[in-house]
C-alpha cells in the first residue's frame, strides 16, 4: 500500500485562480468544484467560488485548494508553509521555473546551491512560497 502527501491550500476566493496558474506551470488536469456545483452555497456572492480543485500531472505534480468561505474564519500567517517541486532532472526543474518564475516574486534565483545543484525559491501571485531543487542523496 501506498500513500500521497498533498499540499492543500487555503485561500479566501483566489483558489481557482490560483489553480488555473499552477495548471499553466505543470500542466496535466484541473478539476474545481465551486459550492454552487456542490449545492453548498451558504452566502450567494460566494456561489462560484471553490469548494475544492485540484491540478495533478503525469508527472506527479498535485496540489488541491479551496476558498475559505466569509463565515469561517482566515488567517494565513507570513509563509506559513513552502510547497516543494524537487526532481533528479535538472531540465525539469529549469523548465518549471521558467514557468512558475515569469509570474512570481523571485525569493531566490534559481541558482548552485551547497546542498543541491539548482534551487530556487519565489512566491506565486497568490502569496503561496515555493521551492524548487534538484534532489539528490543526503550523505550527511
Known amino acids: 500500500m501506498a500513500i500521497a502527501t498533498t499540499p492543500h491550500l487555503n485561500f479566501r476566493g483566489d483558489a481557482r485562480a490560483a489553480l488555473k496558474f499552477y495548471h499553466s506551470v505543470f500542466g496535466g488536469q484541473l478539476v474545481a468544484v465551486s459550492y454552487a ?3 453548498a452555497v451558504t452566502e ?8 475544492w480543485g485540484q491540478v495533478e500531472s ?6 488541491m485548494a479551496y476558498d475559505v468561505p466569509s463565515h469561517t474564519e482566515y488567517a494565513p500567517g507570513v509563509i506559513p508553509l513552502f510547497v516543494s517541486i524537487r526532481s533528479t532532472d535538472a531540465s525539469e526543474i529549469e523548465r518549471y521555473w521558467g514557468a512558475f518564475a515569469a509570474a512570481s516574486t523571485v525569493v531566490v534565483p534559481l541558482a548552485p546551491a551547497a546542498w543541491a545543484p539548482l534551487y ?7 502569496g503561496v ?5 534538484v534532489e539528490v542523496p543526503w550523505v550527511g
Do not use: K, Y
Not at 450567494?44 to 469548494?51: G, R, T, Y
Not at 530556487?120 to 497568490?126: H, L, Q, S, V, W
Open 37 to 39: 456545483d456542490a449545492h
Open 44 to 51: 450567494p456572492a460566494e456561489a462560484s467560488q471553490l469548494l
Open 58 to 63: 503525469p508527472d506527479g505534480f498535485r496540489v
Open 120 to 126: 530556487g525559491m519565489a512566491t506565486d501571485p497568490f
Open 129 to 133: 512560497t515555493w521551492v524548487f531543487d
